[in-house]
């Protein structure tokens, strides 16, 4: 039986370098545009969150799927 979704668990390594990275937009890129612009620069902040999520489980599955 072929398996639909891969499950495996993430190690504590990838979670600190994940935390990192959402850090390290916040303090810079997330910083600058919610002081120069505001509300929009909150919408885009939020967004970058989004954005790194995704980037990260598009980046685990390409991964999985050599294996």
Known sequence: MQKLTNQEKMKPWMGFVLF?????????????MQSNWGIPGLIFTEIGFLAISVIYCLIRNAQKAHR
């Open 20 to 32: 990192f990275v959402g850090v390290l937009f916040l303090l810079f890129a997330g910083s600058y």
